[in-house]
């Protein structure tokens, strides 16, 4: 939920997008003024342009030796009052009732074929600006040099990730309350839910408090270190380099899927089957989802003594096979399975619940050549696709097809007609790389 409220609020307050949501709750502090951040070693994908970043539970004053005066830098962290802050109000109540038809909402995400339902989402946040400015942490810069001898700096050194300063961030400047409430009766995606996930109850209802000073958002610098100097690189900041898609994007996306699972491709039958069931595993259950990136995170970075152990039984079977492969290859399944976690990422839920249906009823094949055929167009204004490709024996196939891709933001009709919504390329390239590993993995090939 937590996640929801922030790249709600990024979107709606920062257009450029060089913001970067901060995705957990129990992360924020990590994330505030002066805080050093790892660049995660994963290169942008078609669905996710911007930088990944990795708390440290350090700060700058952490690694810096103590300078001529002894002081410290708490004169980098800006008040809540001072020249470099901001505030703002943003609100948002909405309530969305449906009857006897079909009806899909984006945010929050509901689902409705049939029968009736209501979804209701509600808060309201003061966020503020907090900034370092450049001046103070030049001045900075000049007076007082990293130390070589900090365990954290000797380990950075031992590998390939890139170190980031935060400086600017985006707070809740007073205690805030997120409520939603979703309530469906009669519904296709209540049953789904029951089906997978063992919630058979058709009301939902959630909140979350944010509290006061939480770090909502950020922006971070980079960081480069030689010899005990340290300098900023002014022209690569947290937004980084936004590559752009519209060209060629569909070729574009494939030849990026291809490239990630050209490893699985090449697997055994009942290998594809080991991996199948595990994706499948995390598609009812994303507790599972921070472990595997965390073990994935530990071959990239190829830590001494690392250990692909679990002990969860629908992690076993995959973290042993890893254990077991050569060290390039374990590498190359890694990042597939990373570039997976990273696309189910972008999806919501209910999405996930309906991977897990359509797998089951062995459409995903003819639902990836949809996508992909939706992803030839530009998705920034009304268009129309074949109909055939909406064209299922079952029509309970075709109406769950279109609450896939209308959970995606684009709204389909039965006659091929196309309207997207709001910024759709991303999380539709997503759903295209969940439905090509699904598809590819359950080939029996």
């Not at 002014?234 to 752009?244: A, M, P, R, W």
């Not at 459409?363 to 992803?375: A, D, M, W």
């Not at 097809?401 to 919504?421: C, F, H, I």
């Amino acid at each position: 939920m937590f996640k929801k409220v922030t790249r709600y609020i990024v979107s709606q307050m920062d257009p450029k997008e060089e913001l970067v949501p901060v995705e957990s709750i129990a992360d924020h502090e990590h994330f505030r003024p002066s805080c050093l951040l790892v660049g995660k070693e994963k290169r942008k994908t078609v669905f996710h342009q911007g930088p990944y970043y990795q708390r440290t539970g350090f700060t700058l004053d952490d690694v810096l030796l103590p300078g001529d005066d002894g002081k410290s830098t708490d004169s980098l962290h800006p008040s809540g009052d001072g020249p470099h802050s901001r505030q703002f109000t943003l609100t948002k109540v909405t309530t969305d009732q449906v009857d006897g038809c079909l009806s899909l909402s984006v945010d929050p995400a509901n689902v409705e074929l049939k029968g009736g339902g209501s979804v209701s989402q509600e808060f309201s946040i003061k966020p503020q600006t907090k900034t370092i400015s450049m001046g103070s942490l030049e001045a900075l810069r000049q007076k007082r040099k990293i130390n070589m001898d900090h365990s954290f700096i000797q380990q950075l050194q031992r590998t390939k990730l890139k170190l980031f300063l935060v400086y600017e961030t985006l707070e809740a400047s007073e205690e805030a309350v997120y409520k939603e409430s979703t309530k469906v009766h009669g519904s296709f995606l209540a049953k789904i839910y029951a089906k997978f996930s063992a919630k058979g109850t058709t009301e939902n209802r959630q909140s979350i408090v944010i509290p006061k000073s939480c770090t909502l958002a950020f922006r971070a610098i980079e960081m480069n270190i030689y010899k005990g100097e340290w300098r900023l690189g002014f022209f690569i900041q947290c937004s980084g380099e936004l590559v752009g898609y519209e060209d060629d994007g569909p070729s574009e996306v494939v030849r990026e899927v291809v490239q990630h699972y050209a490893v699985f491709s090449k697997l055994s039958p009942d290998l594809r089957v080991m991996f199948l069931k595990t994706i499948t595993a995390v598609l009812r259950d994303r507790n599972l989802f921070p472990e595997l990136s965390q073990k994935m995170e530990d071959v990239f970075a190829g830590i001494d003594g690392y250990e692909l152990k679990t002990e969860s039984p629908d992690l076993k079977d995959l973290l042993s096979t890893l254990e077991n492969s050569p060290r390039d290859h374990r590498r190359l399944l890694a990042e597939g399975i990373t570039y997976t976690l990273d696309a189910l990422d972008e999806l919501l839920d209910d999405q996930l619940l309906l991977l897990l249906e359509s797998l089951e009823r062995k459409i995903v094949s003819q639902q990836l050549k949809l996508v992909e055929k939706l992803l030839e167009h530009e998705l920034e204004k009304p268009f129309r696709v074949d109909a055939r490709l909406l064209s299922f024996p079952r029509q309970e196939d075709q109406h769950l097809t279109m609450a896939l891709v209308e959970l995606s933001r684009v709204k389909l009709q039965e006659d091929g007609s196309a309207v997207p919504m709001e910024h759709p390329f991303e999380v539709m390239a997503a759903l295209y790389v969940a439905l090509y590993i699904l598809c590819l993995l359950s080939d029996p090939k």
